[in-house]
């Protein structure tokens, strides 16, 4: 079992950056296919950005391509989400996930195991 702890949110002005990171517990973190994912008020669960096959490969949502950027640390047993270029449209409660098998599919939250408590980005104009 893995348990995960999103951290690095905040209240940020559009145009700035930040940079969240997701510790997650448990020896086989490097086995997980790992995923960011985001949660408006009032939308369903949207995917942001994943490496689906745990290997160098990432997929991003288009709405965040060119601004955001994945990358893990296995030695750390930790994911990282870095925004750039933030705009209000980006306020939502971030969640990193963990599958257990990678592949198709990583876009969709119904394929995670494991899900973080979230944190909070919010984006002012």
């Known amino acids: 079992q893995v348990q995960l702890v999103e951290s690095g949110g905040g209240l940020v002005q559009a145009g700035d950056s930040l940079r969240l990171s997701c510790a997650a517990s448990g020896r086989t973190f490097s086995t ?3 995923g960011w994912f985001r949660q408006a ?3 369903e669960r949207e995917f942001v950005a994943a490496n689906p096959w745990n290997d160098s ?3 991003y949502a288009d709405s965040v391509k ?3 950027t994945f990358s893990r640390d296995n030695a750390k047993s930790t994911v990282y989400l870095v925004m750039n270029s933030l705009r209000p449209e980006d306020t939502a409660v971030y969640y990193c996930a963990a599958r257990r098998f990678g592949g198709s599919g990583a876009e969709r939250p119904d394929t995670y195991d494991y899900w973080g408590q979230g944190t909070q980005v919010t984006v002012s104009s």
């Open 32 to 34: 997980y296919a790992m």
């Open 66 to 68: 060119g601004r955001f």
């Open 41 to 43: 008020p009032g939308k």
């Open 57 to 59: 490969r990432l997929l």
